[in-house]
């Protein structure tokens, strides 16, 4: 369907476009890159089930209420929670459930584009044969000049930033639905050769034990914070990305459904990416705590020495690039729609600004390598949770129940209770209580300012 600048919503064509829509803002670095690391970091299975736990129990059921959210009204967050607060007679500050959005979505983009820019330079890289048979000490070495290199870096940001402004000036059905479509289970099948071939030459035993043996000794409650914040994380929860393609979604298509196979999809895929990753990362004596690197500098020993690795790696980092890209956009839609509907700024115009702003923050990113950890951490870890808190209370207890069961006349009664238990009771007790207990990690991110 085209796009009109005067149009206040735009409408996906089919239930299917909207699955892949949200499969592809939720599909991007948070499964490939961020999965991997953070599992590294705080020490595999037991961190994993939490993970998987959060999923389950509270992203699920808050991504259904961004969606009912967002579809009611048809508008940006801002405006469909201020549009809903008038209909459910609720105080218009609820409001700040969109506004904390779009900044959490813009504080993501900070960093999240210079990571897709290291994707790039791998695109580049391998397409230049510079991975053929590498080692592991070259490639570890490779990345820290990368991460040195700011000019270098810039301008891949740059490259990655203006990619994603294209897609919002031009909006986001134009294209995106049918690329996703194709690019996602090629993905999907180059992720599962790596898998086949981390099998044959890496420590798979060992990495599969490493993810799925679950010992609670090596679990912290720092882990628990930090597996709760990466479930909204990977699901593109709590900023209103999911709400404002809520908006876009038709009437008649079923919440609940389209969120179990999002859901579904954006897990297994986390899970294969780390199924590729923890044998080569074992098999190199890469240690699992290697942070943010861990992605870039195991991959590439896969694919300097697998026959055609040139091409496999290149198309891996091509399509790692435009699923970043896809989430990419979404981060920053909620701004761009609210500019657009609320101002009545042309798309291009919105995008441009918001891109700016971004934009600026990445060069902050580049040159204090402390901002990029403070807007890792403070965005999951806080910001999301934060908002998919907000957005539960406002579902749950703000919104009339015949409002909400309205949205979700496909449920059974029962079915139906479950959601609203969770949202009214369960999620918003287990996300403060996860919030509030991490003292220590409080205290370490409060140490990144000093
Ligand atoms: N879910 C995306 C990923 O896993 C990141 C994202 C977060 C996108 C929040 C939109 C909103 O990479």
Same mark, same amino acid.
């Given at each position: ?12 064509? !089919? ?16 499964? @490939? ?53 008038? !209909? ?10 969109? @506004? ?16 897709? &820019? ?102 912290? &409650? ?15 929860? &709590? ?51 290697? &942070? ?100 539960? @209370? ?28 969770? !949202? ?20 370490? @991110? ?5």
């Amino acid at each position: 369907m085209a796009i009109d600048d005067n149009q206040a919503t735009i409408g996906w064509s !089919s239930r299917w476009t909207f699955i892949l829509a949200a499969t592809g803002s939720a599909v991007g670095l948070g499964n @490939i890159w961020k999965f991997p690391y953070i599992t590294g970091e705080y020490g595999g299975g037991a961190f994993v089930l939490v993970y998987l736990l959060c999923i389950a129990i509270i992203g699920i059921p808050v991504m259904m209420s961004e969606i009912l959210i967002g579809r009611n009204k048809q508008q940006n967050p801002v405006d469909a929670v201020l549009s809903l607060s008038k !209909s459910e007679k609720v105080s218009p500050a609820w409001s700040i459930i969109g @506004i904390l959005g779009i900044l959490t979505g813009l504080m993501i983009m900070m960093f999240y584009s210079i990571v897709a &820019g290291w994707s790039l330079d791998y695109v580049y890289a391998t397409a230049n044969g510079q991975f053929l048979q590498i080692t592991q000490t070259n490639i570890a070495s490779y990345f820290e000049q990368l991460r040195a290199n700011s000019p270098l870096q810039l301008a891949w940001h740059t490259a990655f930033t203006l990619l994603t402004a294209g897609v919002l000036a031009a909006g986001i059905n134009r294209g995106l639905g049918n690329a996703i479509r194709i690019l996602m289970p090629i993905l999907f099948i180059l992720l599962l050769l790596l898998v086949g071939y981390s099998y044959q030459i890496g420590h798979f035993a060992q990495a599969f034990n490493f993810l799925f043996a679950v010992d609670f000794s090596k679990l912290t &409650g720092e882990a628990v914070l930090v597996a709760m914040g990466h479930a909204f994380f990977t699901l593109s929860l &709590g900023m209103g990305a999911i709400m404002v393609y809520g908006s876009y979604m038709t009437k008649s298509a079923s919440i609940a459904n389209t969120v179990l196979t999002v859901a579904f999809l954006d897990t297994l895929i986390a899970l294969i990416a780390g199924l590729a990753i923890f044998p080569l990362v074992f098999a190199n004596n890469i240690t699992p705590s290697a &942070g943010p690197g861990l992605m870039f500098v195991s991959l590439p020993l896969a694919f300097g020495a697998l026959p055609y690795g040139e091409i496999f790696g290149t198309v891996f980092f091509v399509l790692i690039a435009i699923a970043a890209w896809s989430s990419a956009v979404s981060l920053l839609e909620p701004g761009v729609a609210l500019l657009n509907q609320r101002l009545g700024w042309s798309r291009p115009l919105s995008a441009l600004l918001i891109a700016l702003i971004t934009w600026c923050g990445g060069l902050g990113c580049i040159y204090y390598a402390q901002l990029f950890d403070v807007l890792d951490h403070i965005t999951a870890n806080y910001m999301l949770p934060l908002g998919g808190l907000l957005i539960s @209370i406002f579902a749950g207890w703000k919104m009339r129940r015949k409002t909400v069961r309205n949205e979700l006349k496909e449920l059974s009664l029962g079915q139906f209770n479950l959601w609203y238990g969770i !949202s009214r009771v369960i999620a918003p007790i287990a996300i403060f209580v996860i919030f509030i207990a991490q003292l220590e990690l409080h205290n370490k @991110i409060l140490r990144l300012f000093q």
